[in-house]
């Protein structure tokens, strides 16, 4: 199975600062034949389920702010939230669709300096 | 846009089978794979497997002995059983669409489900 590996499992940040969040692939995702990074971004707020944010480890969601974007390819992947928001308050999650099974990160708690 | 309507019983006994039902509220289970994940304390987020409106499955090698996920288009529904449950199949249980059969975009609520006597 592909490991996705978090980094931090905890991270503070203060309202109006950049919040970013890495994930690690014990193998590349990047698909050659389309040449896409089968990686995803999910945001979990208490209580509900997981939303996807980010789709091709860059694509963002219909109706994600712009203020969340995804970047990286191969092994090393970085969720950025440019200017935190209150409601930016969650867990978040990587994940690879490059093959089944597919495969979460732990998550990443995002909260309130 | 489409919303999935989880149902089945929150409580299962050990060596039982659980079993969950989504339904779609809107569109149809054609030409989408539809997936089941789970979530506890100690794994985190756990892909279980998918079907595929036509009838194809994978699951996860971890539960594929145990695992049966199928489609019914005319209802509009996919569903979940898993066998000879323990506790350590105590989760919150999520149904999903997979889109371009990858990602998920589109999530139910989830359903805790207890494994106890």
């Known amino acids: 199975d592909i490991v996705l590996t978090q980094s931090p499992d905890s991270l503070p940040v203060s309202l109006g600062e950049r919040a970013t969040i890495n994930c690690k692939s014990s193998?590349?995702?990047?698909?050659?034949?389309?040449?896409?990074?089968?990686l995803a971004w999910y945001q979990q707020r208490p209580g509900q389920p997981p939303k996807l944010l980010i789709s091709?480890?860059?694509t963002r969601a219909s109706g994600v702010p712009d203020r969340f974007s995804g970047s990286g390819s191969g092994t090393g992947f970085t969720l950025t939230i440019s200017s935190l928001q209150a409601e930016d308050v969650a867990v978040y999650y990587c994940?690879?669709?490059?093959?089944?099974?597919?495969?979460f990160g732990q998550g990443t708690r995002l909260e309130i300096k | 846009q489409v919303q999935l309507q989880q149902s089945g019983p929150g409580l299962v006994k050990p060596s039982e089978t659980l079993s969950l039902t989504c339904t779609l509220s809107?569109?149809?289970?054609?030409?989408?794979?539809w997936s089941w994940i789970r979530q506890s304390p100690g794994k985190g987020l756990e892909w279980i497997g998918y079907?595929?409106?036509?009838?194809?499955?994978d699951y996860n090698p971890s539960l594929k002995s145990r695992v049966t996920i199928s489609a019914d288009t005319s209802k509009k529904q996919f569903s979940l059983k898993l066998s000879s449950v323990t506790a350590a199949d105590t989760a919150v249980y999520y149904c999903?669409?997979?889109?371009?059969?990858?990602?998920?975009?589109?999530w139910g609520k989830g359903t805790t489900v207890v494994v106890s006597s």
């Open positions: 999903a669409r997979n889109r371009e059969g990858y990602y998920m975009d589109v």
């Open positions: 809107t569109g149809s289970l054609s030409s989408y794979y």
């Open positions: 079907v595929y409106y036509g009838g194809n499955t």
């Open positions: 193998q590349s995702v990047l698909y050659t034949s389309n040449n896409k990074d089968h």
């Open positions: 091709w480890a860059s």
């Open positions: 994940q690879q669709y490059y093959t089944t099974p597919y495969t």
